[in-house]
C-alpha cells in the first residue's frame, strides 16, 4: 500500500531564507507523487507534481521538489520565503500509483508553515 | 486548469437538521468525485469515493446513513449530512481528477465549513 509521511508538523523560517519541507514515500510500485498547498478555509491548490518524467519538479510560486528514488524522498524547496507562502502543505501519493480518475489520492499529516519577518 | 466548485462555502445550522453541500466540476465530466473530512490543523481524511450512477464507496468508519452521497450526473456530486449534530461540526471538501486530462492531479473544491449548533 501506498503512504507517505511528512516529518514536521510545523516549519518556521525567515522571510528570504530558504524553505525545505520533507516528504518521504512508500510505494509498491513507481509512485506519483504530489505536493498540494492549503490557505486557511481554502481547498487544496496543486504546488507541484510527479510523473516520472523529470526528477527536479519546478512548480507554482518558485517551489521545487526532487524525486529520489533511492532515498524514497520527494521534499520540497524553495530558496527564498517569502511572507505569503505561510500556509499548510501536503504531500500526496496516488493509491495505485498512476493518475487515473478513479484513483484515490493518500494524504500526509501536513506541515504548517510560518515565515517570520 | 481543471475547476472544482464546491458549494456553499459555509453554513450554520441547528442540530437535528440536513445540511446538503454540492460539488461541480466546471470543465470536465468527473465519473468519480471524492469527499473529504479535515478536523481542525489535521490531515485530510478520506470519508467517500462518489461514483457516477452508483452506490458510493465509503471509508472503513463512516456512516453511509449520516453523509448520503449522491452523483446523478457527470459533473455533480452532494454530501448530504443528515440530522446534523455539533460533533459534525468540520470542514469538508471534494476533488475530483479530470479523466482527459495528462496531469493526473485531483482539483479540490474550496471548502466547506459547517457549523452545527
Known amino acids: 500500500a501506498q503512504s507517505v509521511t511528512q516529518l514536521g508538523s510545523h516549519v518556521s523560517v525567515s522571510e528570504g531564507a530558504l524553505v525545505l519541507l520533507r516528504c518521504n514515500y512508500s510505494?509498491?510500485?513507481?509512485?506519483?507523487l504530489f505536493w498540494y498547498v492549503q490557505y486557511p478555509n481554502q481547498g487544496l491548490q496543486l504546488l507541484l507534481k510527479?510523473?516520472?518524467?523529470?526528477?527536479l519538479v519546478k512548480g507554482i510560486n518558485g517551489f521545487e521538489a526532487e524525486f529520489k528514488k533511492s532515498e524514497t524522498s520527494f521534499h520540497l524547496t524553495k530558496p527564498s520565503a517569502h511572507m505569503s507562502d505561510a500556509a499548510e502543505y501536503f504531500c500526496?501519493?496516488?493509491?495505485?500509483?498512476?493518475?487515473?480518475?478513479?484513483?484515490?489520492?493518500?494524504f500526509g499529516t501536513g506541515t504548517l508553515l510560518a515565515v517570520q519577518p | 486548469g481543471a475547476v472544482v466548485s464546491q458549494h456553499p462555502s459555509w453554513v450554520i445550522c441547528k442540530s437535528g437538521t440536513s445540511v446538503k453541500i454540492e460539488c461541480r466540476s466546471l470543465?470536465?465530466?468527473?465519473?468519480?468525485m471524492f469527499w473529504y473530512r479535515q478536523f481542525p490543523k489535521q490531515s485530510l481524511m478520506l470519508m467517500a469515493t462518489s461514483n457516477e450512477g452508483s452506490k458510493a464507496t465509503y471509508e472503513q468508519g463512516v456512516e453511509k446513513d449520516k453523509f448520503l452521497i449522491n452523483h446523478a450526473s457527470l459533473t455533480l456530486s452532494t454530501l448530504t449530512v443528515t440530522s446534523a449534530h455539533p460533533e459534525d461540526s468540520s470542514f469538508y471538501i471534494c476533488?475530483?481528477?479530470?479523466?482527459?486530462?495528462?496531469?493526473?492531479?485531483?482539483?479540490f473544491g474550496q471548502g466547506t465549513r459547517l457549523t452545527v449548533v
Open positions: 470543465d470536465f465530466q468527473a465519473t468519480t
Open positions: 510527479y510523473t516520472s518524467a523529470a526528477t
Open positions: 476533488s475530483a481528477r479530470d479523466p482527459g486530462g495528462q496531469g493526473a492531479e485531483a482539483f
Open positions: 500526496a501519493v496516488s493509491e495505485s500509483g498512476y493518475g487515473g480518475a478513479t484513483n484515490k489520492l493518500i
Open positions: 510505494s509498491s510500485v513507481p509512485p506519483y
